[in-house]
């Protein structure tokens, strides 16, 4: 079928951002295009974006597995051929808990679910719970989180949010509420914070004329409003690693790693020999 050479030209650009880094939400790669100066940051672009791409997979010019959609994930139920494929299963889920050995607790909070892909697999290796709040935090997340940190003097919450009036906001509501029930972490926000706009070119916006917020924050910061998915997925990955990795021990870590590692084989002959 053929097509506008201006939506061709979109979609190739588009397929050498993602052979770069793959996959992407269908947002994060507008971002990425935006900042490539390819198209200019507003809902038409952003439809017209989508619609481009809808079109790239169902012709081929870009795998579908390469856009990814993790808002809209079937819940399936789990399920086994046999008993030996369980156990194959138990044997790969067995991880050892590794914050005995840690000075501290950590955890890594995250404003919009659509990234939450991106950021499991990275939390993953360290051992680190995320939080998805979609916005602003629910009372009862927050109660549950305060139960997980006690009185959080040894507690650290990494925080990942967009930089604008409410995402601003909700790092101070988020401390707010933990104090309510007696806890007080150290709270971080990592991204996306001002210095991250000039550094990576990243596209901005204004903010939203409707928020409640919008005064104060225009005051300290300027009329200017960027999304963390316009972050590019390198420079979050890197950051999220780095993030976390200085918080935690390394080296107590890798012990666990590696008694976890002996543990395994253990449970694999236990396995084996339930099997036989």
């Known amino acids: 079928m053929a097509k506008q050479a201006k939506t061709r030209r979109l979609v190739d650009t588009a397929a050498k951002i993602l052979q770069a880094s793959r996959p992407m939400t269908v947002r994060q790669l507008y971002y990425q295009l935006v900042s490539s100066h390819v198209i200019k940051n507003n809902r038409g672009q952003y439809q017209a974006v989508s619609k481009a791409l809808v079109w ?9 597995d390469w856009i990814e959609d993790r ?5 399936a139920v789990s399920m086994w051929r046999d008993i030996p494929a369980f156990a194959q ?16 607790y950590v955890e890594v909070w995250l404003e919009k679910d659509a990234l939450s892909g991106i950021f499991e697999d ?5 051992g680190v719970t995320l939080n998805v709040g ?15 940190f006690a009185d959080g003097r040894n ?11 409410s995402g601003e906001d909700m790092v101070r509501s988020l401390r707010e509420r933990l104090a309510f029930f007696g806890c007080r972490p150290t709270l971080i926000k990592c991204a996306l914070v001002q210095d991250d706009i000039a550094r990576y070119q990243l596209p901005p916006d204004f903010t939203k004329a409707t928020d409640t917020r919008r005064a104060a924050f225009v005051a300290t910061y300027g009329d200017v409003a960027v999304e963390l998915d316009a972050l590019p997925t390198q420079v979050l990955t890197e950051r999220l690693r780095s993030d976390v990795a200085a918080r935690m021990d390394m080296t107590a870590l890798r012990s666990v ?3 976890e ?9 236990m396995l084996t020999g339930a099997q036989s």
Do not use: C, H, M
């Open 261 to 269: 590692e002996t543990e395994r084989k253990l449970l694999t002959r």
């Open 56 to 64: 790239a997979r169902q012709e081929g010019v870009i795998p579908w």
């Open 134 to 148: 979609r916005g602003y935090d629910g009372w009862d997340s927050v109660r549950n989180a305060a139960r997980r």
């Open 122 to 126: 990275v939390l993953d290796d360290f």
């Open 155 to 165: 507690g650290t919450i990494l925080y990942y949010g967009d930089f604008d009036p």
């Open 71 to 75: 808002l809209r994930r079937p819940r």
């Open 257 to 259: 790693r590696e008694a």
């Open 89 to 104: 299963t138990a044997l790969a889920a067995y991880r050892r808990d590794i914050w005995p050995t840690q000075a501290g």
